[in-house]
């Protein structure tokens, strides 16, 4: 009886077993996705994802223990350079499987097991910045951006219209205003308002004198 071992054998030997999955492994850190059987996919996801979550650590004793499992030095160096990065923010589920039918002949159910963050068709539409569980703090960092970033508008937009526009306008108009306008008017107007009523009493006290002057002779 067989209780309680949850290993699939896939028809093979141990040894058999060990190199098969290293292969298909190392087939999907070179094209990203591959077509298998879907109890191979189940075996290999099994097998790779913990390899690629030593590589998120780039250090020489995660490299032997990789290329322990692997047996490939480009695979392992593909793995550490290029997938690291591209899945870094992953907390885990990098890859996919995808069912595609039965097969022909022997009616076996086949599936696609592909990298997650290398299938450009589902993450089209997708943004770059990745959800995690921590929304709640980056929210409230998002509130304390918002907040400071009005101050300095206020300050750089308000105090140059009021110093340029005001003191101009002020100081243009009304001494113009003063200087053009009264100067003019009062040496105009009253100037010669003064001479002609001088005038008038000149003549005034003229004809007195000369009327005096004929009752005095007659």
């Known amino acids: 009886m067989r209780h309680g071992k949850k ?15 290293a292969n298909m492994a190392c087939s999907l850190i070179e ?48 793995l550490f350079r290029d997938i690291s990065v591209k899945i870094g923010d992953r907390p885990g589920g990098y890859t996919r499987i995808i069912k595609l039918g039965n097969r022909l002949g022997d009616n076996a159910s086949m599936a696609m097991i592909e990298l997650v963050d290398y299938n450009t068709i589902y993450n089209s539409g997708t943004d770059s910045a990745k959800k995690t ?17 009005p101050a300095p508008v206020v300050e750089e937009s308000a105090a140059p219209v009021v110093e340029e526009s005001a003191a101009p306008v002020v100081e243009e108009s009304a001494a113009s205003v003063v ?18 009523s001088t005038h008038e009493i000149k003549n005034n006290e003229t004809n007195q004198l000369e009327s005096d002057k004929k009752e005095t002779d007659s």
């Open 7 to 21: 290993i699939a054998h896939l028809g093979r030997k141990t040894p058999h077993r060990k190199y098969m999955l």
């Open 31 to 78: 094209h990203k996705s591959i077509n298998t059987t879907v109890a191979k996919a189940k075996a290999l996801k099994k097998y790779i994802e913990p390899l690629i979550t030593k590589s998120k650590s780039d250090s020489t004793h995660n490299r032997r223990i990789v290329f322990s499992y692997l047996k490939n030095k480009y695979a392992v160096t593909e």
């Open 133 to 149: 569980r921590r929304r709640k703090k980056s929210s409230k960092k998002s509130n304390v951006i918002v907040e400071e970033s």
């Open 179 to 196: 200087e053009e306008s009264a100067a003019p008017v009062v040496e105009e107007s009253a100037a010669p308002g003064v001479e002609e």
